[in-house]
Nanobody, 113 residues
Framework: QLQASGGGLVQAGGSLRLSCQASGIDFSNSHLGWYRQPPGKEREYVASITRGGYPIYVESVEGRFTASRENAKNTTYLQMNSLKPEDTAVYFC?????????WGQGTQVTVSS
């Protein structure tokens, strides 16, 4: 399972750093992804980081979010800067593409205007 943490309430323009602790997967050989579910919407893809450490982002977060990984700790991170109210969502981590049995509870990020 992959469990995200580090969410919270932040003002627009602020920053948060999410962490994702993984267990039960071959972490170092897995591509990892970050996903979010805004209120009343479907879960959507946000970013991923390949097993080689190459990050990929959707256009809406490019330049503001940074994905990274620390294989020795089975942990991936999502540094979120210049947050906007439209970034408000429950954030999840999983493999990329996602495995249905490895979704955690997610962590709530709320950005106030």
């Amino acid at each position: 399972q992959l469990q995200a943490s580090g969410g919270g309430l932040v003002q627009a323009g602020g920053s948060l750093r999410l962490s994702c602790q993984a267990s039960g997967i071959d972490f170092s050989n897995s591509h990892l992804g970050w996903y979010r579910q805004p209120p009343g919407k479907e879960r959507e893809y946000v970013a991923s980081i390949t097993r080689g450490g190459y990050p990929i982002y959707v256009e809406s977060v490019e330049g503001r979010f940074t994905a990274s990984r620390e294989n020795a700790k089975n942990t991936t991170y999502l540094q979120m800067n210049s947050l906007k109210p439209e970034d408000t969502a429950v954030y999840f981590c999983n493999t990329s593409p996602p495995l249905s049995g490895t979704w955690g509870q997610g962590t709530q990020v709320t950005v106030s205007s």
